[in-house]
């Protein structure tokens, strides 16, 4: 049974090494069922059924079996990711309305004192030299961070974007294996049910 595609645990070395375990896994286990594909091909050369045939197909089914588990693991660490993906594109686009927000209030503020003269006003207004200095730093500061918000805007915009990505891709990954994993189990009744055929007409033979 497939784990709740809701749970979700951080990633650790162990598990990508697992994962590339499993895919080091699926290729063997393929390489093994085109064997015993091959071996089954050979024991069919005779008109007869013949308990190779029978050998050969239990050990076809006990590979896809093996094949399907593996499938089944494969698409819990995609689920894993897509989880992941989600709540971080989700953390991306709150972050993105905060600052887009910000910045707002920034140029209001920015449009309401957009003359120079009240920029200059404002610094020359001070009661002392050292009031003065205060203010120009303070006329420097926030022009420099409006534009590190607006940078972060940008920056923050394209880590969502590359998310989002990300995420489809994951999607079609996941796809892709639930596809296999159904040809696969169709694949593996037609051999369950070719098994079945030849064990009958052996118990048919068995004074010969």
């Known amino acids: ?35 015993a594909n091959a071996q089954l091909k050979d024991t069919k050369r005779s008109t007869k059924e013949s308990l190779g045939q029978l050998r050969a197909l239990r050990d076809k089914i006990t590979l896809r079996t093996r094949l399907i588990n593996n499938i089944n693991e494969e698409i819990n660490f995609i689920n894993g990711d897509i989880n992941s993906a989600t709540r971080d594109v989700k953390t991306l686009q709150k972050d993105l309305d905060t600052l887009k927000a910000q910045y707002a209030q920034l140029i209001v503020y920015a449009y309401k004192n957009r003359s120079s003269y009240d920029m200059m006003n404002f610094v020359f207004s001070a ?20 534009r590190r918000q607006a940078d972060n805007i940008v920056s923050t915009q394209d880590q969502l974007n590359r998310k989002i990505q990300s995420l489809e891709s994951q999607r079609v990954k996941r796809a892709d294996a639930l596809k296999t994993e159904q040809e696969q189990r169709s694949t593996l009744e037609q051999d369950k049910k070719e098994k079945d055929e030849v064990l009958s007409k052996l118990k048919g033979r068995e004074k010969e």
Do not use: C, M, W
């Open 127 to 146: 009661q002392s030299f050292n009031d003065a200095v205060k203010r120009f730093q303070y006329l420097k500061q926030y022009r420099e961070y409006r």
């Open 1 to 35: 049974q497939r784990p709740d595609p809701g749970r979700h645990e951080p990633r650790t070395g162990q598990q990508q090494q697992s994962r590339e375990e499993l895919e080091r896994r699926k290729r063997e286990l393929q390489k093994e069922i085109d064997e």
